[in-house]
């Protein structure tokens, strides 16, 4: 008996028909996390992106049959496979990922937690006054770690505590407790999972750019890079000046320390010469008799 094919419908071959199409034509192709993502800020994002991006969402199955289709002509764009989590979505885009990344990242919305949410980050409940009057919510608090007392007829959290950590489930008791204390730990947006440009995936730790941090350590390597060539003398538009004036200062010093003559330094070498010998007339007790100053100052004034 011949073996029946797999049924394919004419609406899948199309999505995997259009993105293929989509991963051959785009140089940037970022996976995303559509999972938890409300339809209203689904919608906002896609008016930000709408002129640099195409948001693309279907099945993880037909995704991957598009990027097995298109590989041949991308190298290394199969690895993306590894990071199509959750509900995936892919963008397509000529963008630098970066700038990518950075505009999906300043497009979050804050908002409280839910139960069954992993947490992305630990949650903590800082130390500080609380809104509740003492009651059978301070058994809850304790329940979930964090210590309390009574301030001013109301509860009190004593010290920072961690409810849930990094990674974990939130559950549902701490997500309540959480809201009602106006704690929102979790971030609506789409979340960037990777990156493929030129062969290369680029995770969301690696686009993740703190703009204080990188304009710092700029600000060092340049630093570090002037002090560099100002030590070596190589000479640069940044340090020709610094060089000359060092030039100078060093040819100066070692006209002084050889008593060399030269315009520049002839008025400290006399400076330098009457130093020397008030010094030696005062190590050697020479006394200047005050006819002879008074007729040197004379003559001074003569000629």
């Known amino acids: ?18 993105f293929t199409a989509l991963l051959k034509q785009y140089p940037i192709v970022a996976a995303v996390n559509m999972q938890n993502m409300p339809a209203p800020q689904l919608q906002k994002m ?40 959750g509900m995936p979505a892919l963008l397509f885009t000529k963008d630098n990922p970066f700038k990518l ?9 804050k ?6 949410q992993i947490a992305p980050n630990d949650l903590i409940v800082p130390a500080g006054a609380t809104p509740f009057a003492p009651g059978p919510v301070i058994g809850e608090l304790a329940a979930l770690g964090i210590k309390t007392g009574v301030e001013g ?37 789409l979340d960037l999972i990777a990156a493929y440009e030129s062969g290369i995936i680029f ?21 570090t ?18 060089l000359i004036i060092k030039a ?19 008025g400290d070498l006399v400076t330098k010469a009457e130093r020397e010998m008030l010094s030696l007339k005062n190590a050697a007790k020479i006394e200047v008799s005050e006819k002879n100053s008074s007729s040197s100052a004379e003559d001074q004034k003569k000629n």
């Not at 008996?1 to 259009?18: C, F, I, L, P, Y």
């Not at 100078?248 to 002839?266: C, E, N, P, V, Y």
């Open 1 to 18: 008996m011949a073996e029946k094919k797999a049924h394919v419908s004419e609406n899948k071959k199309k999505v995997v028909q259009e």
């Open 46 to 85: 896609r008016a930000i992106l709408r002129e640099n991006v195409i948001i693309r969402m279907t099945k993880r199955r037909l995704i991957k049959i598009a990027i097995d289709n298109a590989k041949a002509s991308k190298p290394g764009l199969e690895k993306l496979e590894a990071y199509l989590p």
């Open 101 to 109: 990344n950075k505009i999906l990242q300043q497009n979050k919305s």
């Open 111 to 116: 908002a409280p937690a839910k139960g069954g």
């Open 153 to 189: 007829g109301k509860i009190a959290i004593k010290q920072d505590a961690v409810v849930v950590k990094a990674g974990k489930e939130i559950s549902q008791k701490a997500a309540e407790i959480l809201t009602r204390l106006g704690i929102e730990p979790m971030e609506i947006g």
């Open 203 to 223: 995770t969301k730790d690696v686009l993740t750019v703190d703009d204080a941090v990188y304009l710092s350590n700029l600000e060092n390597a340049s630093r």
């Open 225 to 242: 890079a002037f002090f560099l060539a100002m030590e070596i003398g190589y000479a640069t538009k940044a340090t020709m000046e610094p």
């Open 248 to 266: 100078f200062r060093d040819a100066k010093a070692l006209g002084l320390s050889q008593t060399i003559m030269a315009d520049a330094i002839i």
